[in-house]
Nanobody
């Protein structure tokens, strides 16, 4: 059974940092690309960052230079290090796994940036 379990969300002040984790199981993690998406209230889900099986990364313009995606294939886990957080980063953050037509989603973790 495929599972993606996000953790690490919470409330943080503007300028602060959080590290999200997504623990994967039930599929061959190392060959899958992994991504982080987010959805703010009243908005569509948007791409934040991706990392493919070779470790190549890409980022949305809004997070470039502040967020870093990484993966640990030995732990079947993908991370999102978020620095210099701003209120506009407030959203539910989801991880996904993709490989050709396979696409899996986690349940999400809430990140709230507020003073």
């Amino acid at each position: 059974q495929v599972q993606l379990e996000e953790s690490g969300g919470g409330l943080v002040q503007p300028g602060g940092s959080l590290r999200l984790s997504c623990a994967a199981s039930g599929f061959f993690f190392s060959i899958y690309g992994m991504g982080w998406y987010r959805q703010a209230p009243g908005k569509q889900r948007e791409l934040v960052a991706t990392i493919n099986s070779a470790g190549i990364t890409s980022y949305a313009d809004s997070v470039t230079g502040r967020f870093t995606i990484s993966r640990d294939n030995a732990k079947n886990t993908v991370y999102l290090q978020m620095n210099s957080l701003v209120p506009e980063d407030t959203a539910v953050y989801y991880c996904n796994a993709y490989y050709y037509s396979d696409l899996y989603w986690g349940q999400g973790t809430q990140v709230t940036v507020s003073s």
